[in-house]
């Protein structure tokens, strides 16, 4: 059964400080692996989708890379900004699966003035 | 504009009633999701649909129906059966199947749901 953890579970900076929120999986045969960003009380934005032949995916300040064989994914933001605070949720989906996204419980981050 | 509504925002539901939760989207999307988010746990999957007239239970369908008449709609139902129906219900879609090229997923803005 997949699991997927995220640590840490919250996590404060200051602004403009480069940060990195991790991700890991414990079956290694995934196709995608999205991050997502919910702020308090509202829907999933998804920020990024990595396929499973892809290394990294970049979006402006966001970057975001995939270690299939280590069972890990990372999201690294760039000069974060107050309007970076949300809590990021990655998920996996299996090869082939028509079913499901597995979600980690999320980081909660707060970036302070 | 394409995007995913859902509707209402905010429910209350009396014990022993049914309540239905409408998810719409105009993404001409194949494949359409039910999660439900509850405080300190990933959202877990609820029912999914690939095709018109077709759908599958997820992890956690006991107490919940859904019906997938038409490839823009789908609503779910919460009965009487669900023991803990508060939660947050988050409506998805995407191009394609989970697991393939096209699988990529795209949230509503959720339904809140207490039951009184």
């Known amino acids: 059964k997949q699991e997927v953890t995220q640590i840490p579970a919250a996590l404060s900076v200051p602004e403009g400080e480069n940060l990195v929120l991790n991700c890991s999986f414990t079956?290694?045969?995934?196709?995608?692996l999205q991050w997502f960003r919910q702020d308090p009380g509202k829907g999933l934005t998804s920020l990024l989708l990595i396929q499973s032949s892809q290394r990294e995916q970049t979006s402006g300040r966001l970057n975001a890379s995939l270690d299939k064989s280590s069972g890990r994914s990372t999201l690294y933001i760039a000069a974060s900004q107050p309007g970076d605070s949300a809590t990021y949720l990655c998920a996996v989906s299996l090869s082939g699966t028509a079913s499901k996204l597995t979600f980690g419980t999320g980081t909660r981050l707060q970036v302070t003035l | 504009d394409g995007g995913i509504t859902q509707s209402p925002k905010y429910l209350f539901r009396k014990e022993g009633q049914n309540v239905t939760l409408s998810c719409e989207q105009n993404l001409n999307h194949d494949a359409m999701y039910w999660y439900r988010q509850d405080p300190g746990q990933g959202l877990r999957l609820i029912y999914y649909?690939?095709?018109?007239?077709?759908?599958q239970k997820g992890d956690i369908a006991e107490g919940y129906s859904v019906s997938r008449e038409k490839k823009e709609s789908f609503p779910l139902t919460v009965t009487s059966a669900q023991k803990n129906p508060t939660a947050f219900y988050l409506c998805?879609?995407?191009?394609?199947?989970?697991?393939?090229?096209?699988?990529?997923?795209?949230f509503g803005p959720g339904t809140r749901l207490t039951v009184l």
């Open positions: 079956d290694s045969a995934i196709y995608n």
């Open positions: 649909s690939q095709i018109v007239n077709d759908f």
């Open positions: 998805a879609s995407s191009r394609g199947l989970a697991g393939g090229p096209m699988g990529e997923q795209f």
